[in-house]
């Protein structure tokens, strides 16, 4: 009744009055938005699934790489990290909780680590005792109810329940001295709990690594050696929060084992231009003369001019040395001649047919 024709799937419905839509144009500029997910390559694309390691040994165009830069990149990225999912679409997959979930299978590639594996951890005496009493953990509520604030609060942590710092005044008990401290008191009990508590820790670790607690503070009966009060200043040192960073120190106090300042590198990555001008500053001294040092210039004078007197001193004292010698060896042949004339005999003819 309304009087229009449809043609072919390539045109829509016209109506008088109305233009022509092309329904494969709309179709195809639609999909000219989306790229293809078959991706062509001359090598084929080192796949690891265990570590999505994709390894492209293709060769870069050179020409295009330089004309565009940023665009060739991200479309070779682009097409690597295609195949990439194209594999891992073809993993078994499973579904929970409304997300597909792909079962990756174990990595093929070895990745350096800068460090081992670490082992796992031992038990602990709790825990030791814990299985085999059978006691189980019980997960506690987060928060609990303050009878007297009325309200709820943290079971731990700041603002908990029952805060110490809370309690304005203390009662003192019956059988403690009346002019003792009781805050103080129970300042001292908490740090006994705090260091037993960092002792059974240490304990801990030491029957895991099957040794002993090494306590490096001696007992009070005992004096202290220069190593002990050393070790025990940079202990203290670096029991800070920020490991005695902001620690101060008296001038001419050494430097102890473990707190010097850490060598910073610098980065394999960074800003061309910092690398450019550092390079450039190296090239710059080393193109200079090198600056004199009068002082030590003189001083290096002074240096060999004494050693050369003192070479000139030994070898005269060598000389006289000699002719020393050579004096006292003829006194001595000397002197036994006179001793052979006195005596007579054949020495004394040989003595006269010799001089």
């Not at 303050?146 to 709820?152: F, L």
Request: proline share 6%; with cysteine.
């Amino acid at each position: 009744a309304r009087g229009h024709v449809c043609k072919n799937l390539s045109t829509m419905c016209e109506e008088p009055g109305e233009a022509r839509v092309d329904v494969d144009a709309i179709l195809s500029a639609k999909q000219s938005q989306y790229k293809s997910i078959a991706v062509d390559k001359d090598v084929e694309v080192d796949i690891d699934l265990g570590n999505l390691l994709a390894t492209d040994t293709n060769v870069l165009d050179s020409g295009e790489l330089k004309r565009n830069t940023d665009d060739y990149l991200l479309q070779v990225a682009r097409g690597n990290v295609q195949i990439l999912i194209n594999q891992v679409w073809k993993l078994p997959t499973q579904k929970k909780e409304d997300v597909v979930l792909a079962e990756l299978p174990p990595p093929s590639t070895t990745l350096p680590r800068e460090k081992p594996i670490p082992k796992p951890k031992g038990p602990t005496k709790w825990e030791t005792f814990a299985k085999e009493k059978g006691i189980q953990k019980k997960k506690q509520s987060r928060k609990v109810f303050d009878e007297k604030a009325q309200e709820w609060k943290p079971r731990y942590g700041y603002k908990r329940v029952n805060d110490p710092k809370d309690d304005w005044v203390l009662e003192v008990p019956e059988n403690a001295d009346q002019f003792e401290d009781q805050f103080e008191k129970r300042a001292k009990e908490r740090e006994e709990r705090v260091s037993k508590n960092e002792f059974q820790r240490l304990r801990n670790l030491a029957r895991n690594k099957k040794g002993k607690v090494k306590i490096p503070i001696p007992p009070p009966d005992q004096t202290w050696n220069k190593e002990q009060l050393t070790k025990a200043l940079n202990l203290a040192k670096s029991s800070t929060a920020s490991v005695g960073k902001f620690t101060a120190s008296l001038p001419s106090e050494p430097v102890g084992k473990g707190m010097s300042k850490k060598r910073k590198y610098l980065p394999v990555t960074g800003n061309a231009k910092e690398e450019k001008q550092r390079n450039l500053d190296i090239l710059d001294k080393l193109s200079k003369p090198p600056v004199l040092d009068v002082a030590k210039a003189v001083n290096k004078k002074v240096a060999e001019e004494e050693h050369q007197v003192h070479l000139k001193r030994k070898a005269t004292d060598q000389e006289h040395g000699k002719k020393k010698k050579q004096r006292t060896s003829g006194k001595r042949k000397s002197s036994q001649k006179q001793f052979s004339m006195k005596k007579g005999g054949k020495n004394k003819k040989q003595f006269y047919k010799k001089h």
